[in-house]
């Protein structure tokens, strides 16, 4: 023995110092070499057999199996949701502007000021309205005694009706001046037409007002809605009074709320309809022109047999499951082909191939092969 191991470390030594070992140096080595693992599995045999006197179980324990994580498949509530973002309104928010033109003459409110409905936030300048009344007010003082004398003369059946008409259209057409020019007037003051915060003042004073020119904008933050575009796809899921889940990230606040309105008309352009939501917004926090994203049920199935999206295999013949089989002392996982329907938050529902109590392995699912093995995690 020790000395086929010479001739084999004579020839590997020639070898290595560049020297080509011929046919003969070759063969002898690899014998050597033959000889060295005959002698090793023989002293693997003798270890094994002197282990196994000590313990005879030596070499017959079972495989334990490869552990999993299960879950037992019983019928529950499935519902299917689907996102969408929109963008917050406030329901009172106005441009105010008066209803005629004018000079700015006085603003009584200034940027972040709480007004009540009726509270007067500007008034225009009536000088030249004020003038034309007092004008007026003469005129009516000498209608009024031109009238009230003709009258007299008329109930004593002196001078004409046709006089007693003329004084009496004067009078009464003068006074229907004077109210349009009070009317007039009234419109050059600019009211809250809600209560709400004073968001911005447009102009200042000395600058000229127009009709459907902003002055002030005007916010009721006590409410606010939400107003999103939902494909078309989902016309027939979305219905008025629906409950729905809303989240403002930008914020930090989620709620749920129920559609208030829902759109009648699909737009053409990217085939749409909108929908709107309104949440209370008591504290403020929420502010127009934020993000929100509403989370719509359009589909919910009582007695579903759910189970984890990700624990679902797909292969060629289509999507699988692992279930657990129990027989003859042995916990096997065996593929399962089956039929999936919806997926919602990470649950999918399947529509054939599973039973009712069926154990789905739901952890450890990519470790193992039809037939293996298992350990159930308790």
Known sequence: MKTN??????????ISCGGEATLE?????????????????????KMEAELLAEDPTIGTKEDVGILVEVKKVTPEDFEHHFEVTGSLEAVEQANV???????????????GDKVAAG???????????QTNVQEID???GLAQTVYNRQSRLWEQKIGSEIQYLEAKNRLEGLQKQKETLLARMAMSTVKAPFTGIVDIIHQKEGELAAPGQPLITLVNMTEMKV??????????AVKPNAAVDVDFPSFGIKTTATIRKVSNIINPMNRTFSVEVRVPNTTGSLKPNGIATLKIKDFAVKEALVVPAISIGKDAKGAFLFVINEEEGTTKAIKKYVQTGRTSAGQTRVLE???????????????????DLVRIQE
Do not use: C, H, M, W
């Open 227 to 236: 107003k999103a575009d939902v494909s078309e796809n989902y016309v027939q």
């Open 119 to 129: 509270t007067t936030l500007a008034t225009l300048n009536v000088s030249v309205f």
């Open 138 to 140: 003469n005129g009516i």
């Open 97 to 111: 502007s008066p209803e005629q033109g004018g000079q700015i003459k006085k603003i009584f409110v200034k940027e």
């Open 25 to 45: 140096q070759r063969t002898a080595a690899l014998d050597a070499k033959k000889v060295e693992l005959a002698k090793l599995q023989n002293e693997v045999e």
């Open 353 to 371: 191939g599973l039973a009712n109590g069926d154990r789905v392995v739901i952890e450890g699912y990519n470790e193992i092969a039809n037939g």
């Open 5 to 14: 191991i010479l001739i084999a470390a004579v020839l590997l030594a020639l």
